[in-house]
């Protein structure tokens, strides 16, 4: 059986690049359309939370998220000041969970992600010194480089956050590093000149007359 990590490189020798839909929505109905399109899209998939604290909007909260299922992998990024009760909730349906490198102690939940047997990620603010991450690096699958301030999905894409990418891949060479926010076919060219691994994708794909169309176009790089 194929690990993550051969089946990303798979993607990358076949020059496809490896697109991720995202979710981050407050309101169930509009979440469970989402869901149901980036499920057809993709067999990975990410879920934004957002708890009104570490960002000012808020997304659906822990009761509905528990109830959440789905045949693609889901990844859940925790804009969140707290993730102590979303880990726990959340990792039942997780192959991955990310915490945010700004927040209090993220080595504890960094660990606690760890010890449920899941893929722990490690996300960074556009303006945030990309030396904050080294403490954890060796801990960490995953680096989420945000390139829009984290909040809702539409935000102007910010290139200088780009330049982490470099920084990120001489702390750790093996980490996957994501880049998300404004990512759309202006964008994509960006970050995978930056030497970005995956992309991260909410409104390019959702907001598109047909997203199919718009997923394999980023995919396919056409």
Do not use: C
Not at 89 to 94: D, E, Y
Not at 136 to 150: A, D, G, H, R, Y
């Amino acid at each position: 059986m194929y690990s993550y990590e051969q089946k990303l490189q798979e993607v990358l020798d076949k020059k496809m690049r490896a697109i991720i839909p995202t979710i981050l929505e407050k309101n169930i109905n509009e979440f469970k359309k989402r869901l149901k399109i980036a499920e057809l899209l993709s067999k990975r998939i990410q879920i934004d939370v957002a708890d009104g604290k570490f960002v000012k909007n808020k997304t659906i909260g822990i009761k509905e998220l528990k109830k959440i299922k789905s045949k693609s992998k889901i990844e859940y990024h925790l804009m969140v000041q707290n993730p102590e009760k979303y880990i726990d909730v959340l990792s039942k349906n997780a192959d991955l969970i990310t915490v945010h490198i700004e927040i209090r102690n993220p080595e504890k939940y960094i660990d606690k992600i760890a010890k449920k047997g899941l893929k722990v990620g490690i996300a960074i603010n556009p303006k945030t010194n990309p030396k904050k991450l080294i403490p954890v690096m060796k801990k960490v699958k995953k680096v989420i480089v945000l390139t829009v301030s984290p909040g809702w999905q539409g935000r102007k894409f910010f290139p200088p956050a780009l330049k982490k990418i470099r920084v990120i891949k001489k702390m750790n060479k093996k980490v996957i590093v994501q880049v998300d926010g404004g990512i759309n076919e202006k964008t994509i060219n960006l970050a995978e000149k930056a030497g970005a691994d995956e992309f991260v994708v909410g409104s390019a794909i959702v907001k598109a007359e047909n997203p199919k169309k718009e997923y394999e176009k980023l995919k396919n790089g056409a």
